[in-house]
């Protein structure tokens, strides 16, 4: 059982009191009986030495000094009752040759055998006294011998019980008792009241520091005291104020790291020595628990081994990451490795989509630069021919004309990606814009025996780049007109609440699902085949989509291989 402090300065206070009373005890009571034993035997001492000298006188006016001591022995009853009467204890007197002459007390009690009076006697006249307990009682023997003319003639023997002095002893062993156990409450509620005072700061230092323990660091210790304890409370509230702006400090920093490790771009992530996370950040735990970490431990013991900075590129069916493997320099994270992921996903398509960009591009200039220089070759041949240099002049010219769309494209595609352009917007009559353009591309559709059918309601005006606007149909209908087999191509121009939207149907070969999220990719083209036959580059919906988002509105486009395709423009009126 674990005492607390309060009971341990009640039980001390208490011990000490005992030990403190038992010592005082001790001493006062052997003190007083010694001094009552000292005081009795000095009476005896005095009141013998009385008695003998009132003998003594008693014989020498009666009888002289020849018959002294047969004048004693005569006398010795006469001279016990007085002596006892005159000290008030019992007395005997014994001859010379220590036979009992005479006894104050006449009861039964006698005493027959006198220890004292034998030293006495043998001490040549010097008093002896002791004390023995007889028939239950202590008693103080005391023996004084009589002497006349340098000869004993008999003995005094004082008898005086010792039971007054037991008495007093019992007496103060009592009192001493009474206040020992006065003292005790006194003890009890005085220590009661200071170990309260003592306790009850300890207590609140004791909260306070569950508090503390549990990050409150709020609570301070009220006291008013100026003592040690005082000086304990204080010096604790300064030590809270000191921890609280040392957590502060931390939790700041480590907020601090925290926003930048969740801020950064890549993905992070530490390992100590027995590869347990000891920090991350959002992105790392993402593409963790994306693609696994089945990858992770391979790199993180090939650190180890190696003992030098690794960067490795892992590859999932879904993702390209670059990890970026180094140690972490800390004597306590020993065997430790951070590591950092980067998804080079969009870069890896992207460098797949400038590659193919590039190629795309490169043929798309190689096929009419090859018809201009095949019929330049001609026309140095057989240029004196009017029929071939007429022919090879009209090569010439749409050749030419389909390098400058090519390079008219690429730029509008980048001016448009790079933000190098403003829209002019302004109120235009998109009724009229659409009937314009729909009336300008019907001749081309024509050719191809294809028809278009409108439905366009005046729908007022909205606030729009008119150019603009019209290229974006211009490439849709193009679209339309090159991939419909002679069908026909519907027009319609809906409003939508605060939108108003063109939908351009036809009834061409469609698009597959699984070719839908490319088509807005710059040369990107379903049927590649028939395109080469009617020409095209495959950027009109790429420059499409731009335009359309630039005015904060969107495409959609909705197919079905082998029925068609139903392409919507939807814009903001304002």
């Known amino acids: 059982m674990r005492l607390g402090l309060r009971y341990k300065i009640l039980f001390t206070n208490v011990i000490v009191l005992f030990l403190t009373f038992l010592i005082v005890a001790l001493v006062l009571i052997e003190g007083v009986d010694r001094v009552n034993r000292e005081m009795l035997i000095n009476s005896l001492i005095n009141q013998s ?16 000094t020849d018959n002294a001591e047969r004048e004693f022995n005569l006398r010795a009853g006469d001279f016990a009752s ?24 006449n009861s039964d ?33 005391f023996a004084f011998p009589v002497m006349h003319s340098g000869k004993i003639i008999g003995g005094l023997v004082f008898i005086n019980s010792l039971s007054d002095i037991e008495k007093n002893k019992r007496n103060i062993s009592i009192l001493v008792l009474i206040a020992f156990l006065a003292g ?61 702006n040392k957590i502060n400090s931390i939790d700041f920093e480590k907020a601090k790291l925290g926003a930048v490790l969740e801020s950064m771009g890549e993905g992070v992530v530490a390992y100590n020595g027995t590869n347990e996370i000891i920090a991350d950040n959002a992105i790392a735990r993402s593409l963790i628990a994306e693609e696994g970490n089945y990858w992770v431990e391979g790199i993180v013991e090939k650190i180890r081994k190696s003992l030098q900075r690794q960067v490795v ?63 330049v070759d001609l026309l140095k041949e057989k240029g004196e021919d009017k029929r071939i240099f007429e022919t090879s002049v009209g090569y010439l010219e749409s050749s030419a004309e389909r390098l400058k769309r090519l390079v008219d494209d690429l730029i509008d595609l980048s001016s ?39 439905d366009l309601p005046h729908l007022g005006e909205i606030m729009a780049d008119p150019v603009r606007i019209k290229q974006a149909i211009v490439n849709v209908l193009d679209n339309a007109i090159k991939y419909s087999q002679k069908s026909e191509i519907n027009v319609r121009l809906l409003e939508c609440g605060s939108n108003v ?41 790429s420059i499409t989509k731009e335009i359309v988002e630039k005015h904060d509105g969107k495409i959609v486009v909705n197919s079905i291989e082998g029925v068609g395709t139903k392409v919507s423009i939807i814009l903001p009126k304002k």
């Open 109 to 141: 009690k006698k005493v027959t055998y006198l220890q004292e009076l034998e030293e006495a006697y043998r001490n040549g006249g010097n008093r002896a006294y002791n004390q023995r307990e007889i028939d239950g009682e202590t008693k103080l023997f």
């Open 49 to 64: 030495e009385i008695s003998v000298r009132t003998v003594k006188q008693s014989l020498l006016m009666d009888s002289g």
């Open 184 to 244: 005790t409450v006194i003890i009890l509620v005085v220590s009661i009241f200071l170990s309260g005072t003592i306790t009850k700061p300890l207590k609140v230092l004791n909260r306070s520091a569950l508090k503390i323990s549990k990050g409150d660091y709020s609570s301070k210790i009220n006291t008013q005291a100026r003592d040690e304890l005082g000086v304990l409370a204080n010096t604790f509230n300064l030590m809270m104020d000191e921890v609280a």
């Open 313 to 375: 590129e892992i590859n999932t069916e879904s993702r390209n990451l670059l990890v970026c493997a180094t140690l972490l320099n800390h004597d306590e994270l020993k065997n430790g490795v951070v590591l950092i992921i980067n998804d080079i996903t969009e870069l890896r398509s992207l460098q797949e989509k400038q590659k193919n960009f590039i190629t795309n591009v490169s043929h798309e200039l190689k096929t009419p630069l090859t018809t201009i220089l095949g019929y």
């Open 501 to 541: 939207r063109l939908d351009i149907e036809d009834n061409g070969c469609g698009i597959p699902k699984d070719l839908m999220e490319k088509i807005f990719e710059p040369f990107y083209r379903v049927d590649k085949a028939r395109t080469r036959e009617i020409g095209g580059n495959g950027l009109g919906l």
């Open 416 to 454: 448009l990606k790079k933000f190098e352009f403003e829209i002019e917007k302004r109120s235009i009559d998109i009724t009229g814009l659409v009937k314009d353009t729909v009336g300008q591309m019907a001749l081309k559709a024509k050719k191809f025996g294809i028809g278009i059918k409108t």
């Open 82 to 105: 007085r002596l006892s009467k005159e000290s008030g204890i019992r007395v005997m007197i014994y001859s010379s040759q220590k036979k009992l002459l005479a006894d104050s007390d």
